[in-house]
């Protein structure tokens, strides 16, 4: 693999011409694709194999329309105290407010008038207006939200608190401003690491372009193949991250050749050569855990992985042949001036990069490495016991899907969670939907059974359909729909029912979507896991380096799964991190940061011990080889890191509860993982291992191919600068 690489890297970085022509290329007829697609519209969301299900295809079938996947909200009037919602005055508003919303939008399906639905509470203080829509909350237009709220501000002039819930004020998280700051902060730390604009600027610019032609796609295909709005977020996330790890890895292994006194071109092949082996298989992780989603069987969370990877791959390409080509265009500003100043003064291009590369003055990666390799057992136990405290919290993990409830209390759906709460009773946001499939008799049977659990607030009379041989029951529950009790009831009335009995509903979903997600988490750990191990055992060639990559992941993920609870479940330190009300915990959390971070800590893990090995088999000895992995990966590493970190924690101030949740857990994971685990963990063990972690059964290193990702056949350690041995290498 070095050898075809190698080749490679210098083919682009001669042809740099052409080489950028075809990526602008591609660039360009992504944009356009992308423009001239038709509008994408929200994908269908299924839960194939739950119950929820199939109520509510049932639903579909029997109930045509009574299923449909449009946008509703709710108006909710609470009148001043001492007042009542049936004073004449009072409902003389709340009838001209329906009448606004009926004529405000032709999206609109219906409008109830809470006096003749029953809509009005008890005590008369909260009523509200519940209006339907033809299209999902993603496909309403501007004016028809506008339209909601100015009916809602309306009525709050005229002496009623007003609030306004439901899905169809919900738009799409703006992440423009969090992806635009994460850049900056990328740029900052790219610079300080590399003291050049030009070599800062290259990893930002191609991972730009990388995303620019992966989501330019996705939304180009995203009416055709059903991929909806939303699928574009994973793969903008990941595709920036990669993007920027991957182009920063191949340029600092281009500036440490040419420190080594390698001509530009040569320096450029062995960059890709080498660094760029470890992009190959670092991204090969990545798409193994993106595609692995599949197991889960949820066709939206497929799609979001395929396309995601399909990202990660442009991002390798990339990496692979457009970045020696922009090198080859930079010439010597890849360099700090102080180092173009030391060239230019007889010195060599290397300054001081070069002197720590060959043992000079040792920099911070080789002082911890020594450190590390002196007291191995001290700060392995350290690692372990600190990420297992913070691990902790996770035991007491409660999964679920965030509602209005969850949001701030400074939005007006929050609001309106909370009046129709205390006006209703707290289940009122959650009512379950059971679907009978006999006739009247039988739906007459299925109240009274459910009448005769506990738990529950109302329970209306059985509605059949126009055949006769289907029936709709409501139930409101006494608890809100995230609690257990609700989860128990829900539960209860499928046990105490028979098989013609279906439970459904957005609560019912979100519980049958918690237990999915948990049965898939260790199908799709196993799968993500023993795929990489096989990957990391042909890259590394040694059995226990794998398996320490894989142990060490998992306790940075678990140790990020507890400090999300902590955070979001428990309200530790909420405050700092504007969470106001805790909750359970997103039911995809788990799985989809097992899927991120194990990509990204793969990444860490096959660029730091990558080096590792080039030392070792190039003669150096254990100890020798981990500080000189360090001393030359270990700045690199950080910097990325740290990249990913500022990416993610910009996430943490949007209101958007589950995009705070997620941007939060990733953030956490990496610090924990690339901090802890890689910079700490690792070389503990490589140093408490020594010549035993490099150790591979001869059976097996006859059955391995040898893909010579360290690039051993390039050079021998007796070359001299420049010297290039590709007819070593096997491929």
């Given at each position: ?71 509703t ?63 999902n ?126 001509t ?5 092949g ?21 595609v ?15 396309a ?36 230019r003064g ?30 191995p ?45 205390d ?14 499939d ?92 023993g ?12 059995v ?179 010297v290039?041995?590709?007819?070593l290498?096997?491929?």
């Amino acid at each position: 693999m070095a050898t075809f690489l190698y080749k490679l890297g210098r083919t682009a970085f001669r042809r740099r011409r052409l080489v950028a022509l075809l990526w602008v290329a591609l660039l360009a007829l992504a944009g356009v694709g992308a423009a001239t697609a038709p509008t994408a519209t929200s994908s269908s969301f299924s839960i194939p194999g739950t119950e929820a299900q199939r109520a509510f295809d049932l639903l579909e079938e029997r109930f045509p329309g009574a299923g449909a996947d449009g946008a509703t909200a709710r108006v909710v009037f609470k009148a001043p105290e001492g007042e009542k919602m049936t004073d004449p005055a009072h409902k003389a508003v709340v009838e001209e407010t329906v009448a606004a919303l009926r004529s405000g939008s032709d999206q609109i399906v219906q409008v109830t008038d809470p006096y003749t639905a029953h809509a009005v509470s008890q005590n008369g203080s909260t009523a509200y207006v519940s209006v339907s829509y033809k299209v999902n909350a993603m496909e309403l237009t501007d004016g028809t939200r506008e339209a909601l709220t100015r009916a809602g501000l309306n009525a709050q002039g005229k002496g009623l608190t007003v609030e306004v819930g439901g899905d169809a004020l919900q738009t799409m998280p703006e992440q423009g401003a969090s992806e635009a700051i994460g850049i900056v902060l990328a740029g900052i730390v790219l610079v300080v690491t590399f003291g050049s604009l030009v070599a800062a600027g290259l990893p930002l610019l191609t991972a730009v372009i990388g995303v620019g032609i992966g989501v330019s796609s996705i939304t180009a295909l995203a009416e055709a193949l059903d991929l909806g709005t939303t699928t574009s977020t994973l793969a903008s996330m990941i595709g920036l991250a990669v993007g920027i790890d991957y182009a920063l890895f191949i340029v600092s292994r281009y500036r440490a050749e040419l420190a080594e006194g390698r001509t530009k071109e040569d320096a450029a092949g062995r960059a890709v050569g080498t660094a760029g082996s470890a992009v190959v298989f670092a991204g090969l992780t990545v798409v193994i855990a993106l595609v692995g989603l599949a197991v889960v069987n949820i066709p939206m969370l497929t799609k979001m992985g395929f396309a995601a990877a399909g990202t990660v791959v442009i991002a390798v390409l990339i990496a692979l042949t457009l970045i020696p080509a922009l090198l080859g265009f930079a010439g010597d500003k890849v360099v700090s001036r102080k180092q173009r100043k030391g060239a230019r003064g007889g010195g060599g291009a290397q300054g001081g990069e070069a002197a720590a590369g060959a043992g000079g003055k040792p920099n911070g990666g080789t002082r911890w490495a020594r450190f590390v390799i002196r007291r191995p057992l001290m700060v392995l136990i350290v690692g372990v016991l600190g990420l297992g405290a913070i691990a902790v919290p996770a035991a007491s993990l409660e999964m679920g899907l965030p509602d209005d409830g969850v949001k701030p209390t400074s939005t007006t759906e929050r609001r309106a969670y909370d009046a129709l709460s205390d006006g209703f009773g707290p289940g009122f946001n959650g009512p379950l939907l059971v679907v009978v499939d006999g006739d009247r008799a039988t739906a007459d049977r299925t109240v009274s059974t459910i009448k005769g659990l506990g738990g529950w607030a109302a329970v209306t009379p059985a509605t059949p359909n126009k055949a006769g041989d289907a029936a709709m029951i409501t139930v409101v529950p006494k608890d809100r729909p995230s609690s257990a009790a609700t989860e128990d009831l829900v539960h209860d009335i499928r046990d105490a029912t028979g098989d013609d009995v279906l439970v459904t509903g957005a609560t019912a979903m979100n519980i049958d979507f918690s237990q999915k997600m948990n049965d898939a988490l260790v199908p799709y750990l196993a799968l993500v896991v023993g795929l990489a191990f096989v990957l990391l055992t042909l890259v590394f060639r040694s059995v226990l380096v794998p398996l320490k990559a894989a142990l060490g992941f998992l306790l940075s993920v678990v140790a990020a799964l507890g400090a999300v609870v902590a955070v979001f479940q428990w309200g530790w330190l909420g405050g700092l991190f504007g969470v106001e009300q805790t909750g359970p915990i997103m039911s995809m959390m788990p799985i989809f940061m097992v899927g991120v971070v194990f990509g990204l800590a793969m990444d860490y893990e096959v660029f730091l011990v990558t080096r590792m090995r080039e030392a070792y088999v190039h003669g150096q000895r254990p100890g020798e080889a981990i500080v000189t992995g360090f001393r030359h990966s270990a700045r690199v590493v950080t910097a990325a890191a740290v990249i990913m970190i500022a990416v993610f924690s910009g996430f943490i101030g949007m209101d958007d509860q589950m995009v705070k949740m997620i941007g939060f857990g990733l953030a956490a994971a990496v610090l924990f993982d690339a901090f802890v685990v890689r910079m700490a963990i690792v070389p503990a063990v490589l140093a408490l291992l020594g010549r035993k972690a490099w150790w591979l059964p001869r059976w097996l290193d006859r059955v391995l191919p040898n893909v010579d990702v360290e690039g051993e056949g390039l050079a021998r350690p007796e070359d001299g600068p420049g010297v290039a041995r590709p007819d070593l290498v096997k491929v």
